[in-house]
């Protein structure tokens, strides 16, 4: 019997290619004696509510789209414990590009000719919602709803940055800064922040690095906060990261931690946990030591920032600490 590969896919994805890429993956499959479904889903909710309920008729599970969709398809892969294959084909794509999977058919195959499964963490939320990449609040979270309340987002990555650098002079203006509370680990963090990303992988990583240390096989979150202060100081912190310039750490807080509880205007918090070693991942082992050796250089290079080497002291701390052996 051929190993049974159910592809699932949202179309709307990646400038509505997703499907195309779906269907040309499954002839190669097929063409290389696998059995190959395809199943799409009209939105996330569907494809959320047959994560929870699939039945494990198949050997492998491969998920065609962004960070949602990738996150809403992995419940299945970790509910039933499949090697997953995630085929990236949105804007930002960040867990994909964590491990450097691309959406091309080639690339696609040699997975499944010579990778490994390395089983890899994931994120929680109330412990229910998994998310592969990251959860931020505040600012940033602010603008990327607003770009989604006025209607369909951009399908070009030009036109998608293009709705958020618009939406970010109109937030700035506008906007009130949030008051967030961050615990992690049960101790407090900050009290009064205005902006927080809690990540499993490098959150925009080649566009706006904020936990350039994040990585999805260590156990731990990363977290980034830039605590309470006027919105035009908030704004020059981010401007520093995204232009990477001199002192771009100074005044942002960054740590580790297994959970952390955000609470954002006193509304009910959100307890965020990693899930360690959630799912068999299929991949190229020397992908994971290109994920290793980028983790090492970020280290290195906020150490030598100014102003940083209390809170990356703190970071390598907290791995050395509860990261544990590698597998």
């Known amino acids: 019997m051929p190993d049974v590969v159910q592809i699932v896919v949202t179309p709307g994805s990646g400038d509505g290619r997703a499907r ?19 199943q799409t889903f009209a939105d996330l909710e569907r494809l959320e509510e047959w994560s929870a309920t699939c039945e494990p008729s198949f050997s492998h599970l491969v998920g065609v789209g962004g960070d949602a969709t990738l996150s809403a398809a992995v419940a299945a ?24 999977f691309a959406d091309q058919t080639r690339r696609v195959i ?34 990327q709803q607003a770009v989604e309340r006025e209607g369909a987002q951009p399908r070009s990555r030009v036109l998608r940055h293009l709705a958020y650098y618009v939406m970010a002079e109109r937030v700035l203006v506008t906007a009130p800064l949030p008051a967030i509370r961050v615990e992690v680990d049960g101790a ?30 260590d156990g731990l979150f990363d977290v980034f906060v830039i605590p309470g202060a006027t919105k035009l100081r908030v704004w020059m912190r981010i401007f520093k ?8 750490w100074d005044g942002v807080v960054l740590c580790r ?11 009910p918090p959100d307890d965020l946990a990693v899930r360690r070693r959630a799912f068999p991942l299929l991949v190229l ?15 290195v290079s906020s150490a030598a920032e100014a102003g940083t080497a209390a809170a990356v002291h703190l970071v390598s701390e907290s791995r050395g600490a509860e990261q544990g052996p590698r597998t």
């Open 285 to 299: 082992p020397e992908s994971v030591e290109s994920l290793r050796a980028r983790q090492s250089e970020a280290e």
């Open 77 to 100: 892969a970790v509910r039933l414990s499949i090697p997953f294959v995630p085929v990236p084909s949105g804007f930002g794509n960040m867990f994909a590009r964590a491990f450097g």
């Open 110 to 143: 040699e997975l499944f000719e010579r990778g490994q499964i390395r089983r890899v963490d994931v994120g929680t939320v109330n412990g229910r919602e998994i998310f592969l990449s990251h959860r931020s609040y505040g600012l940033l979270e602010e603008i």
């Open 257 to 267: 931690g297994r959970t952390v509880r955000v609470t954002v205007d006193g509304r």
């Open 241 to 248: 990261i995204l232009f990477g310039l001199p002192g771009q």
């Open 188 to 217: 407090l963090l900050v009290e009064d922040a205005a902006l927080v990303t809690v990540a499993n992988v490098e959150t925009y990583r080649g566009f706006l690095s904020l936990t350039p240390m994040a990585s999805p096989i």
């Open 20 to 38: 195309s890429t779906a269907r040309r993956l499954q002839k190669a499959l097929v063409r290389r004696g696998y059995e190959a479904h395809i």
